[in-house]
């Protein structure tokens, strides 16, 4: 009898075992994949260093307008890519008199944090108009976000994504580029949608050139001015529905 508890005990052990080594090496695959992301490039950390107007706190860089302004975008960046990337796009999108307010993602990935919306809005009481963008998977966390919160959002904007829930097609833009290897063919819908000849998926940030995508034939620069246009005349064009 003593001899079976003790194979027992020993069967028990060897099971724990086992089912710790199985968490501990999925623990080291997750920490490893999520380590291996898209640094944001020198050019994109230089907005930083501007004294005027952005500002850190907590998993937030908050990019303000000029003038003050009571519309706000929350952006949600893409997978496995640095936040900061994406800085000299909402910078030139500030300048057209709208909040943006970037969000640093868990492990560098939205989906571990698609409600993070929810925690934000109430800690800019002003913003009277809030509008969720997202480049990517971080546009399809935001699509579900705004799919979700209806009422509290009146534009959703997407680059290099698509649609992911129930939101309204009008009170939706999809910017993506003609180059762009990852997104595009899944974008299946024509209301509000822009492309931009010559871009790609990853120029939509800043932070070099993306595995599985194509290779743009116009400059980041001129692919972001572009988007910053098409979002400016969208946030316009919602702003006359309203009034």
Known sequence: MEKKQKVKHKKLWMAVGSILLAAIMISGVFF?????????????????????????????????????SDMA?????????EAEAYLPLLDQ???????????????HMA???????????????DIRHWYMAGHSMGGAMASKFASD???EVEGLI????????????????????????????????TTNTVPI??????????????????PATISAQEQQSQTVYVIDEFIKERNKEKS
Request: a negative charge; glycine letters at 10%.
């Open 32 to 68: 490893w994949y999520v380590s291996d992301y898209y640094r944001a490039d020198e050019k994109a950390l230089e907005v930083l260093t501007q004294d005027i107007g952005i500002t850190e706190q907590d998993q937030l860089t908050i990019l303000s307008p000029p003038e003050p």
């Open 111 to 125: 989906i571990f944090d698609p409600d993070a919306a929810e925690s934000v809005m109430p800690l800019f009481p």
């Open 93 to 107: 999108i500030r300048q057209t008199g709208v909040t943006c307010i970037l969000v640093h993602m868990p492990f």
């Open 197 to 214: 000849e010559g871009g790609n998926h990853a120029q939509f940030g800043d932070y070099g050139p993306q595995k599985g995508d194509l």
């Open 73 to 81: 975008i929350i952006f949600y960046p893409g997978a496995k890519v």
């Open 158 to 189: 997407l680059l290099g994504a698509y649609i992911y829930g129930d939101y309204p097609l009008e009170n939706t833009l999809t910017i993506y580029g003609t180059r762009d290897g990852l997104a595009a063919e899944d974008i299946d819908y």
């Open 149 to 151: 919160h209806e009422d």
